[in-house]
């Protein structure tokens, strides 16, 4: 004889069999309902019900004996306990498919063949494999009001945005594909909520933040949310993803306007593939402010933005463009070991000619400084007088900022000034060294260059390093004349953990010749002969070469070293290693 007794204070719901029945094992013999629950009492045997003690509705305070059982054997099967058929799963598992892009076969089809990738190929392709987690992925567009649900997750999914945090070679990243596919784009009231969203977990831990913009601007047909705002002008995603302290990595592929440029605007490092065309108004946007119609392909193509300044790294398709993310992301002021093999290195001793008024290509010197295959170059395409671009030096990453010899002859323009100084707030921001490469006349000048604003451009460049809080370390290749010298130095030879010179190196208040010129002006005049003229002209240029040449500048403390060329990664790395660690500063780069 079985005594089944209540294991606590209840409620009988339900009594399913009655004295003379036989039952098998796991058959349910009655239900008990607690805290609106039910619980079902299974006979744990086969056997015969010889007497049911209680009856549905009645109270059980708990030890009183509910069902009394004859063990033995029966005619009558044995009943499965496990659940077989699973609605909860079955709707999850249909609800999940439609976020995957098998999904929207024809969708897909199309934009490969463009030429371009899904959003969520974009994903799979940053993260390392299965370690990304999505967040929103179930969201829809704000329109529940005039279209149906079943419809708004097969066509709007994620609300046209994947978010989510995974690692990228270990490291963790945060990052939100804007899904084109879905309403072209656009920004919707849930994919405002899931960017904050995403940001604010980012924020804890100030992980870097990679933005995939692809698409247009505010979606105005979010029904769903008339009765709540108006032009939702106090939407917080775009105030939250300037403010952002993290890294931030803005990618895009073909159409960028609007909203998206805004946030693509803002990021630190912001790549584009040829096949893009980025702009603050899109068409819909130019035609209703009375501009007339346009094609999107009319506006910010790719080879513009580059020249402009807004792309940084211009790459062939969306597969390079995710590499160079990579590259970035794996930028860390932390030294990681150099690879095995010796650097086989262009001879650093030949880069600067001997005759001194010859140019040479400033790129061939930072491939001989560089680690090799490190060195990642941005904004090629605008400010051609300043090369600037990230690199590591046995290990290290830093950041490099040098003059261009074969523009301009090195002189510092606008641009330069511009593309300098940003640069520095963005290594700073990041927490990584600079060496500076100078070979600089000094700043531009002119009546003509004056009309671009110079002296405000130039003074960016002193601000920049003013305020830079790394370490600083700057070579002088060849030229270091007047403030333009300074200013590659971060405000002054004195300025950088440490300052040294090829024996090419030359200072200077200002070019030599025209030093001579200016300051011996009456005395050659007043020489006759042409041919006595240049001769006592070269005189004094020689003579203040002599005066000013590395070897003898360093004698007079001008700067801390003169070193060979060929020992010059090992002075680099010397110099960082002893100005200790960097951490990112408290500071942002502008978007300019």
Same mark, same amino acid.
């Given at each position: ?14 009594? @399913? ?52 059982? +004859? ?91 994947? !978010? ?335 300052? !040294? ?21 009456? @005395? ?7 041919? +006595? ?43 960082? +290693? ?15």
């Amino acid at each position: 004889m079985t005594l089944i007794k209540a294991e606590s204070a209840a409620i009988v719901a339900e009594v @399913h069999v009655t004295p003379g029945q036989e039952v098998a094992a796991g058959t349910v013999l009655l239900a008990t309902e607690l805290m609106k629950m039910r619980h079902e009492i299974r006979a744990e045997q086969s056997g015969i019900v010889t007497a049911v003690h209680v009856t549905a509705g009645q109270e059980l305070q708990g030890g009183e004996t509910l069902i009394t059982l +004859e063990p033995g054997s029966v005619s009558v099967e044995e009943v499965a306990t496990d659940d077989t058929a699973r609605p909860d799963l079955e709707e999850y598992a249909a609800r999940m498919a439609l976020l995957d892009d098998a999904a929207r076969p024809e969708a897909v089809a199309k934009r490969h063949a463009l030429g371009g990738r899904t959003a969520r190929e974009n994903i799979n392709d940053l993260f390392d494999a299965g370690s990304f987690t999505e967040y929103g992925a179930l969201a829809v567009a704000a329109q529940r009001g005039k279209r149906a649900l079943p419809d708004l997750q097969a066509r709007t999914q994620g609300d046209g945005i994947i !978010c989510g945090i995974g690692t990228v070679s270990g490291r963790t990243v945060a990052a939100m594909a804007v899904d084109y596919m879905v309403l072209a784009g656009t920004q919707g009231f849930n994919h405002h909520r899931k960017m904050d969203r995403l940001i604010e977990v980012a924020s804890r831990d100030r992980l870097p933040i990679v933005l995939f913009a692809e698409g247009g601007g505010g979606r105005p047909n979010d029904g769903d949310t008339a009765l709540i705002m108006a032009a939702w002008l106090n939407v917080t995603s775009f105030r939250h993803f300037a403010a952002y302290k993290g890294p931030k990595i803005g990618i895009v592929s073909g159409y960028c306007f609007a909203g998206n440029a805004a946030l693509y605007g803002v990021c630190d490092v912001r790549i584009a593939t040829r096949n893009s065309w980025t702009g603050m108004g899109g068409p819909a946007m130019i035609e209703g402010g009375g501009l007339g119609v346009v094609a999107p392909k009319e506006i910010g193509p790719s080879d513009v933005q580059a020249s402009t300044g807004l792309i940084d790294i211009l790459t062939e398709d969306e597969t390079e463009a995710v590499e160079a993310a990579k590259r970035l992301l794996g930028l860390e002021a932390a030294q990681t070991p150099p690879p095995d093999a010796p650097k086989e290195t262009p001879d650093l001793r030949s880069i600067v000619p001997v005759d001194r008024t010859r140019a040479y290509d400033m790129r061939a010197a930072i491939d001989g400084l560089a680690d090799s295959g490190t060195f990642q170059e941005l904004r090629r395409g605008f400010g051609a007088g300043m090369i600037t671009g990230f690199a590591r030096i046995r290990g290290r990453a830093v950041g490099l900022l040098a003059n261009n010899p074969l523009h301009l002859g090195g002189a510092i323009d606008a641009e330069a000034g511009d593309k300098g100084a940003r640069f520095l707030q963005l290594c700073d921001a990041w927490g990584l060294p600079v060496i500076t490469l100078c070979d600089t006349p000094g700043f531009m000048v002119g009546p003509e260059v004056e009309k671009t604003g110079q002296v405000a451009h130039i003074s960016r460049l002193f601000l920049a390093g003013a305020h830079f809080s790394q370490p600083l370390v700057t070579l002088i290749l060849r030229k270091a004349y007047g403030l333009g010298a300074m200013a590659m130095a971060g405000g002054g030879l004195d300025r950088p953990h440490f300052c !040294c010179a090829w024996p090419t190196g030359e200072v200077g208040a200002m070019g030599l010749e025209g030093a001579v010129r200016l300051g011996h002006r009456d @005395h050659l005049v007043a020489i006759e002969d042409p041919a +006595e003229r240049e001769a006592e002209y070269q005189r004094l240029v020689a003579a203040l070469y002599e005066r000013g040449k590395a070897l003898n500048a360093a004698s007079l403390l001008e700067f801390d070293a003169v070193i060979d060329p060929a020992e010059t990664r090992t002075a680099l790395h010397r110099a960082l +290693e002893s100005a200790g660690p960097a951490t990112p500063g408290p500071r942002y780069a502008d978007a300019w």
